[in-house]
């Protein structure tokens, strides 16, 4: 069964340093998303990509925050510099196009950051 | 606005049947998903309704009322694995998915 694939799976950084996560969506999915979820929390959107096209990044903190989908496949978020705030899972998900009715977000695993 | 309410927390017993209800407020409605997050891991796809009534999927089953902004995930047979976060995600008119917290489930023996 396919599956988006993120990486690393955990990290450990100091604030100020930078950190990048990496996400492989499901094979033809054209629509990736990267979402930041704080315990207890339900998931938020940072930035939303159709094919290579950036979306909606309403919601990302780009004094800091910076996402690239070159080629439409893989994705790439990073933060420079961290701060502890950033504490959080970030989650990859994919699906095979907005505007679909019923289209169906699929998460990958997450990378877990802890700033010191 | 985009509003969702769930309860917070819910507790139930092994084997029983539990209902976690849901209210929402969207800016047009194209549908809306329910999904099930264990602790730690990433959200994973349960059900999606976009027309009125009851979809049933094994233990699993989700209804939709769209005049009233209402649905309801209802879990039979509850096993100790069904301890989790159910998440309700409308999804807007202009095919937006809102999610809240979500609805914190306990299943106790």
């Known amino acids: 069964e396919a599956e988006v694939a993120q990486s690393p799976r955990y990290r450990i950084t100091e604030k100020s340093q930078a950190v990048a996560f990496w996400c492989d969506p499901i094979s033809g999915h054209a629509t990736l998303y990267w979402y930041r979820q704080i315990l207890g929390q339900g998931p938020e959107l940072l930035v939303q990509?159709?094919?290579?096209?950036?979306?909606?990044d309403s919601q990302l903190p780009k004094d800091r925050f910076s996402a690239e989908r070159l080629k439409g496949v893989d994705s790439t978020l990073k933060i420079q510099p961290a701060e502890l705030g950033d504490s959080a899972m970030y989650l990859c998900a994919s699906s095979l196009g907005q505007g679909v009715i019923g289209d169906t977000q699929y998460f990958g695993p997450g990378t877990r950051l802890t700033v010191l | 606005g985009q509003n969702i309410d769930q309860p917070t927390e819910m507790t139930a017993t092994e084997g029983a049947i539990v209902q976690i209800n849901c209210t929402y407020q969207t800016s047009g409605f194209n549908g809306l998903f329910w999904y099930q997050q264990h602790a730690g891991e990433a959200p994973t796809f349960l059900s999606y309704?976009?027309?009125?009534g009851l979809e049933e999927k094994g233990r699993f089953s989700s209804f939709l009322s769209r005049s009233k902004g209402y649905s309801y995930l209802l879990l039979k047979e509850l096993q100790m694995k069904d301890s989790a976060s159910y998440l309700c995600?409308?999804?807007?008119?202009?095919?937006?998915?809102?999610f809240g917290a979500g609805t914190r489930l306990f299943v106790k023996a």
């Open positions: 990509f159709q094919d290579e096209s950036v979306v909606d």
């Open positions: 309704n976009v027309l009125d």
């Open positions: 995600v409308p999804l807007t008119g202009g095919f937006k998915t809102i």
